[in-house]
Each structure stands twice: as structure tokens, then as C-alpha cells.
């Protein structure tokens, strides 16, 4: 199993940026796909942006342009570094990661649904006014 625990949220101006960082304890990073998730109250977690241990990365069509996830393995650490904030983004953000095959961890990080990742942090709470 991998733990996970997200740190860097807090409050910003709209067109400011934000990194948030998921440390990961555990299995091998390489084993899982790891991925940033966000929910406002009221709504379903959405899914923002995954990567693979082989590098594939992808990333919700409202954040493509202005959010990267990066992964350092040295550090064990997941980033998502967000640009160009915009109130919209307010929400919780949350750290997941999906373990199995690789070609079945593609298919997750292609699709970014949540009931795909059975690892979850506790949430991180950023806030664009």
C-alpha cells in the first residue's frame, strides 16, 4: 500500500500560482498512478492530472496550458504546479494514486476517473479570490 499526504495549499489572488506537494510513503512510486484530484462542496471529485511511472501525464481540458504534475522520485514527492489561478479552481485538492499493470494504469491516467484510484490523501484547500 502507499500512503499519501498533500501539503502547499492555501489562499491566492486570481493570477497568481501555487505549487502543491503529495508526499508518498510506501510501494514503489513506479507501481502506481499518481494524480491530483479536486472537489468543491456539493460536487463530485474531478479529476486534474495523472502520471505514469513511464512518464505519461495527462490533464483535465480546464487546466490544460497552466497546471503541471511533476513526479521526483528522489524526493518521493508528487508536485502540481498551478499557474494562472483562477477563482474556478477553488476546491480541495487531493493526491491519489492507482496501482496494477502498466497498461492498465494508462487507461486510468487516459480516463482520470476516481473510483479508478484506491489510495487517497487527506485534501489540501486552495482558495482564488
Known amino acids: 500500500h502507499v500512503q499519501l499526504v498533500e501539503s502547499g495549499g492555501g489562499p491566492v489572488q486570481a493570477g497568481e500560482s501555487l505549487r502543491l506537494a503529495c508526499t508518498i510513503t510506501?510501494?514503489?512510486?513506479?507501481?502506481?498512478?499518481l494524480g491530483w484530484f479536486r472537489q468543491i462542496p456539493g460536487k463530485e471529485r474531478e479529476g486534474v492530472a495523472v502520471?505514469?511511472?513511464?512518464?505519461?501525464?495527462n490533464y483535465a481540458d480546464s487546466v490544460k496550458g497552466r497546471f503541471a504534475i511533476a513526479l521526483d522520485n528522489a524526493k518521493n514527492t508528487l508536485y502540481l504546479a498551478m499557474n494562472s489561478l483562477k477563482p474556478e479552481d477553488t476546491a480541495m485538492y487531493y493526491c491519489?494514486?492507482?496501482?496494477?499493470?502498466?497498461?492498465?494504469?494508462?487507461?486510468?491516467?487516459?480516463?482520470?476517473?476516481?473510483?479508478?484510484?484506491?489510495?487517497w490523501g487527506q485534501g489540501t484547500q486552495v482558495t482564488v479570490s
Open positions: 491519489a494514486a492507482a496501482s496494477g499493470p502498466l497498461y492498465h494504469l494508462r487507461v486510468v491516467a487516459h480516463y482520470l476517473r476516481e473510483p479508478d484510484f484506491g489510495f
Open positions: 510506501g510501494q514503489s512510486r513506479n507501481k502506481y498512478c
Open positions: 502520471i505514469v511511472g513511464d512518464g505519461t501525464t
